[in-house]
């Protein structure tokens, strides 16, 4: 599953460019605020607080693309253009979706560590 | 890049995302800048209010302030509306790369930044920044502190506007000879004590000094900041410049140097004002016909063995107490028509 959900050319580019020491700290920072990101979008879900979930989708959306997670970021982009009207009866089948797609993502990662 | 004094630049990278943060920061510190960071916009102004900053990268998208609420503040603000700022933001649309740009933004990145794009970017915008200082600084020296903050918020850019102001030319009667007498540090220190009793009669009377010339100096009063009564400002500054230089001559000749005198010309009237030069080297300056008068008139205080010649729109409007004396009209050189040209009375000045 690796190739897919983490876009090895992205991943080698940034390991080059900040050096691997320092993407596995970065690695870990993600691994620190992407869950409470994660969480701020199913709270402005419930409480239809649209900016802030375009904001916490936003954010996800950029870390995602730092690590070259291009599905991850595609699904995060279209939750932060779309907004919360978009996702309407469907949010939380939205942020499942997004959350699963999190998980491989990190396990993807934890693996590149050693790689 | 690094600045003159071989100091690494001073980056602040402002983003509420953790990652991005330290992204960011990592990169910049591998290319030799000494970076800071905050988090969210209202952090990054109380640093920049409190710690000298060459650059920033600002994001855009941050809770309780935002960029663009950030770039708001900078351009109102005196001291600040000078710092270079790039973006580096995910936002899309080009509507939000415009707002940035139309708020004083140096430039747009977008992020993940690609890093060989981001030193480009850094290095033009770190150039630029020390070409802004130098000149800022060339300004500050010159300029009294109200004229170079004016300078500052009408920004620096070259180009002239058209104004009414008075000119002043000032030189040292008989300097070669002086100079030919003395020591060569003697003569030096003998110009830096007269430039500073210049500039500080110019500076106390509203005029800038736009040109320093061996022995003679020009200044500008009603420019770059308008002067509803410049032509009494440039005739009183002139009449505390003979008071001083003859102080001065006192205490040289106590000393057992010889004396020295001043001629000072003065023209009012309509004149073009602005920065000349090159981006890299530039002078505030006035040009125009008044200018080549006030000049001719400075010449002439040595033909009318008088100290302050002015012409007849500065006495024109000079108003109460001033005592002139009509010289009748003068033939100059470069002039169709003759000028009438008036004395004015260096020992009384006006309260």
Redesign the interface.
């Given at each position: 599953m690796t190739a897919s959900t983490i876009d090895r050319a992205t991943f080698d580019a940034?390991r080059e460019?900040?050096?691997a020491e320092?993407v596995v700290?970065?690695v870990d920072?993600?691994a620190?605020?992407a869950p409470g990101m994660l969480a701020e979008l199913r709270r402005a879900l419930a409480a239809n607080d649209a900016e802030t979930f375009r904001?916490a989708a936003?954010?996800l959306?950029?870390?995602g693309?730092?690590f070259g997670a291009l599905a991850f970021a595609a699904m995060a982009r279209e939750l932060e253009?779309g907004g919360l009207a978009s996702v309407a009866s469907r949010g939380d089948e939205r942020l499942e979706a997004l959350e699963g797609e999190y998980a491989r993502v990190l396990a993807a990662l934890k693996a590149l560590r050693h790689a | 890049m690094r600045d003159r004094a071989g100091e690494p630049a001073r980056l602040l990278v402002v983003d509420d995302n953790k990652v991005n943060r330290l992204l960011l920061t990592r990169s910049l510190e591998l290319q030799g800048h000494r970076v800071s960071s905050a988090a969210d916009g209202r952090v990054a102004l109380e640093m920049l209010r409190r710690e000298p900053v060459d650059l920033v990268l600002l994001d855009m998208e941050m809770p309780e302030m935002d960029g663009f609420q950030v770039l708001e503040v900078l351009v109102d603000d005196v001291q600040l509306r000078d710092m270079p700022v790039i973006v580096t933001s995910s936002l899309e649309g080009v509507a939000n790369v415009v707002r940035c740009i139309e708020l004083g933004a140096e430039d747009y990145l977008t992020k993940p930044v690609n890093p060989v794009l981001l030193k480009a970017r850094i290095d033009a915008c770190l150039e630029k920044k020390r070409l802004r200082d130098a000149q800022k600084e060339l300004v500050r020296r010159f300029a009294t502190p109200e004229v170079a903050q004016d300078l500052q918020k009408s920004g620096f850019s070259l180009g002239g506007k058209r104004v009414r102001a008075s000119v002043l030319f000032c030189d040292i009667r008989g300097f070669t000879t002086l100079a030919e007498s003395q020591a060569p540090e003697e003569t030096i220190e003998l110009l830096n004590t007269w430039y500073t009793l210049m500039f500080d009669a110019i500076g106390g009377h509203g005029g800038v000094v736009t040109q320093m010339m061996g022995d003679g100096l020009m200044a500008v009063f009603g420019a770059p900041v308008a002067l509803p009564d410049h032509e009494a400002r440039a005739v009183q500054a002139a009449q505390e410049m003979i008071e001083l230089v003859g102080l001065f001559g006192r205490e040289r000749e106590a000393a057992g140097k010889p004396q020295i005198a001043v001629g000072i010309g003065i023209a009012s009237g309509e004149m073009v004002a602005g920065y000349v030069g090159t981006q890299e080297r530039a002078s505030y300056t006035c040009i125009g016909d008044t200018v080549n008068l006030a000049s001719r008139l400075e010449a002439h205080t040595k033909v009318a063995q008088r100290g302050i010649l002015i012409d007849g729109a500065t006495r024109e409007r000079l108003g109460e107490g001033f005592r002139t004396e009509a010289l009748g009209p003068v033939q100059f050189k470069g002039k169709t028509t003759a000028v009438e040209v008036y004395a004015v009375d260096p020992g009384q000045r006006s309260a």
């Open positions: 940034l460019a900040a050096g320092f700290e970065l920072t993600f620190e605020e904001r936003h954010s959306k950029s870390n693309s730092t253009l | -």
